[in-house]
């Protein structure tokens, strides 16, 4: 019942140069997501975040809430 594969009918992949291929995208892959973590690392993650605790967003959300001064009304 096993068949013979004529090597003809092999997949390029099995063979010397598939296989280096293979090897040669999945380390170009790699470092693409290496950079691109790097990236995110350096240029995005350092910048300030939006405040958003719970006295943060009430005093956005409501303006004239109490606890919530703003430079006008602290004035006398």
Do not use: C
Request: proline fraction near 9%; charge should be positive; glycine fraction near 6%.
């Amino acid at each position: 019942m096993n068949a013979v594969v004529h090597p003809a009918e092999r997949s390029w992949f099995r063979t010397a140069a598939g296989l280096r291929f293979g090897v040669e995208i999945a380390v170009i892959v790699l470092a693409k997501l290496v950079v691109l973590v790097l990236l995110y690392f350096i240029f995005v993650a350092p910048q300030p975040h939006a405040d958003t605790s719970p006295a943060a967003m009430r005093a956005h959300v409501l303006p004239g809430a109490p606890g919530n001064v703003s430079a006008e009304s602290a004035t006398p």
